[in-house]
C-alpha cells in the first residue's frame, strides 16, 4: 500500500467538502427548503449514489473477479448482501430520526430531536466514506484495475451530492431554533464522518488487498442499503410529483458520465 500523498489526501476530502459547502447555505438563504426542492435534491442524491455504486464499486468487483469466470459476480453479490445488513444493523441499534419525521427508529433514546436527526446522516454518510476509501485502497495497492481517474470520479460524484444533503441538514436545523453557526457545524459535522471512514477503510484494506473485490461490493450494498431506506421514500413522500424521479435521473446520468469520462 502506497503512501497518503497529496492527490489521494484531496480526494478524500472532496466529499467533506461538498457537504461543508452545503451546510453553508445556511448563511445565504432565509427560509427553510420547500418539499419540493428537499425532494428534488433527495432523488438526486439518490441517483448519483445508484450510479456510483454500479459503476464506480460493483462493475470493478466483478471484474476483479475475472478469474472465477461464470461465477466472477460471487464476490460482487456476496459483499452486497453483506454491506445491506451491516447497515440494518447500524439502523437497529443506533437511535436516529429521519428527515420529516416525528418518530424517531433505534432504540429508545432520551436524545433530543435534532440530535437524532444528525445521528440519521451521520450514520448514512458513513457507507459514503467507506466507498471512496476502498476506491482509493485499490487504487494504491496498485492490485486492483481502478484508476486514479475512476477514484476521483467517484470523490466528484460524492461531493456532487453532499452539497444538497448538506443544506438538507442544516436548514431544517436553524429552522428548528439553533443558530446558523450551530446549524452549519452540525452540517459540517454529519460530513466530517466521510474522512474518518474512507481513512479507517484505507488502513483496513491494506491487509485485505486480496478481498477487495468483496470491500468494494461492501460498500455499494451499503449505499444501497441508504438508497432504498431513507433517499427515495423521502424524495416520494408527500403529494404526487415527478420532480424526484427527474432529480434521480439527471444525478444517475451525471455520475454515470464522470465514471466513464474520468476512469
Known sequence: ????????ILGLLIPFAGTSLGAACVFFMRKELSRGVQRALTGFAAGVMVAASVWSLLIPSMEQSFKL???AFLPAVAGFLIGILFLLLLDTVTP???MNSDEAEGPRSSLRKTTMMLLAVTLHNIPEGMAVGVVYAGFMSGSADITAGGALALSLGIAIQNFPEGAIVSMPLHAQGKTKAGSFGGGVLSGAVEPVAAVLTILLSSFLVPVMPYLLSFAAGAMMYVVVEELIPEMSEGEHSNIGVIMFSLGFALMMALD???G
Do not use: T
Open 96 to 98: 436516529h430520526l429521519h
Open 260 to 262: 466513464v469520462a474520468l
Open 69 to 71: 469466470g461464470k461465477l
Open 1 to 8: 500500500m502506497g503512501n497518503f500523498d497529496f492527490d489521494v
